[in-house]
């Protein structure tokens, strides 16, 4: 069985976690993806905690050992007139090429998208950058925090009295991978199957705002009715518990409807509450939602996590195991996909990696491990551009890779 | 104009909630006729009604009097965008056929119900695929559709407990859950259906195979984890929340400025960063003092916060931000709806584009696709469908039928612009 992308030539010049991120997914689809680094220090997300046993290292990276599995590494000066000129060559019969350097960038190197497009006019160019090729915010910087903070959504996360707070560690940052990489392989389609090159211009301002996640409706309820969201303690109307609740060995994340009342007081073993008037025809009195809510944690705090979602969920009431790593690695569901994957790399050995996002049913994913800084140089040159050893030295001594 | 990238391949998305449909519109965004098969029987209560439906349909000003709250829902006014609404009542065996019938024409079936709810319908693929061969259907259930969790149910917030999320969010310091507004995984999960389904038709173009696509959102969402993933398997260390905190970035924040409520957040990646932050909020003493050497500057954390603070309380959150970006250092206001509905520079890349919804009225609407394409620029086609607002086209173009059928599907309620059932 093939991979579902087998063929596909992308050329990455992304650095850090978006783009590397999105390439990373057409790696593991089965792109041939050419990673270009700059020689000597690499992409430096090489630099980027957490490290294998705390000890920086360019290969010791989880962060890049994660983002940049089934890709080749090879390290090209691209401010060297030659290597300017290997980097047009190698476009020359890919599909994609895809960076994300600050928009003045890719032409103070003579790369703007009309030579790129001149060398391959059915190449797609994807350049994903903080704000877009154009506008007054151009030349700004942004990081994981910013970028939340501009979407519209963190203004509304977090309690009313207290700071907006942002995500878990870059989450935004690899949700817009995501994204780049749908945008890309849309493109892609669009030049394999009508001859269309095109560039692709990514904002991640734009992509924040856009964000599914109560990002997006927002807007239109701004737009419709000039509310926008608050910051709220997540306090709900009814009696039936919806929030994240501490148990006896942690939390479990539940979610209710009205109508699950009757899970939820079957769940903490008091059917009796069920009909009870007091509860029933009181269910958004304060007063009352909070003697419900102290007799419901003192049912959890007899019960564990695990123990607590498999019965919830048995009774149709929904809740999640509010898990750490450690439960993740071991989670029962997890476990029985396969979910982690074992993969060897020469600097680190062996370790679990996230595996699969789908499971394909005709195209295997594979797992795979990122490459060292240059470990593909020579391979690529000689074989795409028939460059010999000699030829090889010659570059290295001129640090040209 | 060249054609669209998708243009040609037809989507039927039976999708529920935040996710699915999230999913269906970057195909549509994209140039595929995504046709949302909806059902007069059953109220899609959060795809259709988030937001205070109810409220909006007596709020809006423009809005048609007859208009139904269904059709003006902010979830689905947006995500419902570029897709094409058809109804009818699948558990009957006659919308069933017709359903089956659609399914023989089309190129792509989405949906993200528990697997076995997807069977109870019978809509699994083994019956699926024998009415299109070449069909490729993406299943995004919760956790996947195998395993012991195979039918749990979930949504967001419960699917990211699960996968080890929960507890990475929100403050540090035992407020963490106050809000567990649980959405992201929605986002991850539609983004990563999309490119799984282009994959397959990648795949499907070369060799005219069809495929089922097993996808938990619980394993699309999980990727995101990447540090505190890697970071167990590699030290064992099963990491927290840090709030705003990053201890490879100090200072980070979201700090108060001027006014009520408006917020800069701002992050020093760098030394260069470090030392134009203290010159621009007057505290330059820092810049050689060992006390703030990289090393060491988390456990000044907490001063470094208050000497922020005494600076951008003083300003306007966007003066700020500008401030701060020109000297270097990255920096965005904590954007509310009406800062993000005027910003100068989604103005000045025009984002935001004026669309007439036939029940919500004329209004600004962020454009898609959700990034800039210079050949095809891809169309914002339509806004969202009103319930059933599609049936003539679908039943009688791609289905066939006639008048006759047409009016006994009327007369079965399949096909209507009203929930018969208000639940």
């Known amino acids: 069985m093939s991979s579902a992308l087998e063929g596909m030539r992308v050329i990455d010049l992304t650095h850090r976690i978006v783009g590397p991120f999105a390439t990373k997914l057409l790696a593991d689809y089965g792109a041939d993806v050419v990673k270009v680094e700059r020689p000597g220090a690499g992409d430096s997300a090489r630099q980027l905690g957490p490290f294998f046993h705390d000890t920086p290292d ?9 983002l940049n599995t089934n890709k080749r590494s090879i390290t090209l000066n691209l401010k060297h007139p030659e290597g300017r000129e290997i980097l047009l060559q190698l476009i020359g019969d890919a599909d994609v090429l895809v960076e994300s350097f600050a928009p003045r960038v890719m032409p103070s190197l003579g790369l703007d998208y009309e030579t790129l497009h001149r060398a391959n006019p059915r190449l797609v160019v994807a350049s994903i950058s903080n704000f877009g090729q154009s506008g007054p915010y151009r030349d700004y910087k942004m990081s994981e925090i910013t970028a939340y903070a501009l979407g519209g959504t963190m203004a509304t996360t977090g309690l009313p009295h207290r700071e907006p707070v942002k995500l878990a560690l870059t989450v935004m940052q690899i949700y817009a991978g995501m994204v780049c990489s749908t945008a890309v392989m849309g493109a892609y389609l669009g030049s394999k199957w009508h001859g269309t090159g095109q560039q692709v211009d990514l904002s ?10 109560r990002a997006l409706m927002s807007t239109a309820a701004y737009q419709y009715l000039g509310t926008m969201g608050q910051r709220s303690a997540g306090n709900r109307q009814d009696i039936t518990p919806a929030s994240a609740y501490p148990c006896a060995d942690g939390y479990v994340q539940m979610f209710a409807l009205v109508q699950s009342w009757p899970a939820v007081c079957n769940l903490i073993e008091r059917p009796d509450l069920i009909e009870d008037p007091h509860f029933v025809e009181n269910r958004t009195d304060a007063q009352v939602k909070a003697e419900f809510e102290k007799i419901f944690l003192e049912w959890l705090s007899r019960h564990g996590k695990q123990e607590i979602m498999e019965r919830a969920q048995s009774l149709g009431y929904i809740c999640g ?17 396969g979910f982690f994957v074992e993969v060897d790399h020469p600097y680190v050995g062996s370790l679990r990696y996230p595996g699969a996002p789908v499971r394909m049913t005709a195209t295997p994913w594979r797992p795979g491990r990122a490459p060292l800084l240059g470990e593909h140089t020579s391979e690529v040159l000689a074989a795409r551009l028939a460059y010999d050893e000699d030829e090889l030295k010659r570059l290295r001594d001129e640090e040209v890779i | 104009m060249p054609a669209l990238p998708l243009e040609g391949i037809r989507v039927v998305d039976l999708t529920v909630v935040w996710a699915g449909p999230f999913a269906a519109a970057l195909l549509g965004d994209l140039g595929a006729e995504v046709i949302r098969v909806e059902s007069l029987q059953r109220l899609d209560t959060i795809t259709r009604t988030a937001t205070d439906a109810k409220a909006m349909h007596e709020l ?38 017709a359903f089956y019938k659609l399914i023989s024409v089309s190129d792509v079936f989405i949906e993200n119900n528990s697997p076995s709810t997807v069977e109870k319908l019978k809509v699994d693929y083994p019956r699926l695929v024998a009415h299109n061969p070449r069909l490729i259907m993406m299943s995004m259930s919760a956790f996947g559709a195998t395993g012991p969790y195979r039918d749990y149910r979930a949504y967001g917030a419960n699917i990211e407990a699960v996968v080890g999320y929960l507890l990475l969010r929100g403050y540090a310091d035992g407020e963490e859950f106050v809000n567990s507004v649980g959405g992201f995984s929605d986002a991850c999960g539609g983004a990563t259906a999309a490119m799984a389904v282009l994959a397959a038709l990648h795949h499907r173009h070369g060799t005219g195979e069809g ?17 505190a993933m890697m970071d167990y398997s590699m030290n064992g260390r099963s990491r927290r929340s840090t709030g705003n905190r990053d201890a490879e970035r100090v200072p980070q924040g979201a700090y108060r400025c001027a006014g009520d409520d408006y917020w800069v957040a701002l992050s020093c990646g760098t030394e260069e960063e470090f030392r134009a932050l203290c010159v621009l909020i007057g505290h330059a003493e820092h810049v050689d003092d060992p006390l703030f050497a990289k090393e060491l500057r988390l456990a000044q954390h907490d001063l470094l916060d208050q000497e922020i603070t005494e600076w951008t309380s003083q300003r306007d959150s966007y003066e700020a931000f500008h401030l701060l970006q020109s000297a270097g250092i990255a920096a965005a206001p904590v954007l509310d709806q009406a800062q993000l509905a005027n910003d100068p520079h989604l103005r000045a890349r025009e984002d935001w584009i004026s669309l007439t919804h036939p029940a919500a009225g004329t209004h600004a609407y962020l454009k898609t696709p959700i990034w800039h394409m210079s ?11 009103l319930l059933g607002q599609d049936n003539d086209y679908v039943y009688r173009e791609v289905l066939g039928f006639s008048d006759e059928q047409y009016q006994r599907f009327v007369e079965l309620g399949h096909i209507g612009t009203d929930y018969v059932t208000r639940s």
């Open chain 1, 58 to 66: 360019d290969e010791g990276s989880g962060l890049f050992l994660h």
């Open chain 1, 204 to 213: 991640l301002f734009q992509i924040m705002a856009t964000n599914q996640d």
């Open chain 2, 211 to 227: 495929q089922y696509i097993d996808m938990a959102q619980s394993e699309g969402v999980a990727q995101t984890l990447s540090q």
């Open chain 2, 60 to 97: 809006v000003a423009d809005v048609d009097p007859d208009a139904k709250p269904w059709n003006v829902s902010t979830n689905f006014t947006t995500v419902g965008r570029n897709t094409k609404s058809v109804t009818m009542d699948l558990r009957r065996e006659e919308a069933l056929e």
């Open chain 2, 375 to 385: 050949e095809t620029p891809l169309p914002y086609r339509r806004v969202a469908p």
């Open chain 1, 321 to 337: 195991a509010g898990n750490v790593m450690e439960d993740t690695f071991r989670d029962q569901q997890l476990t029985a996909r």
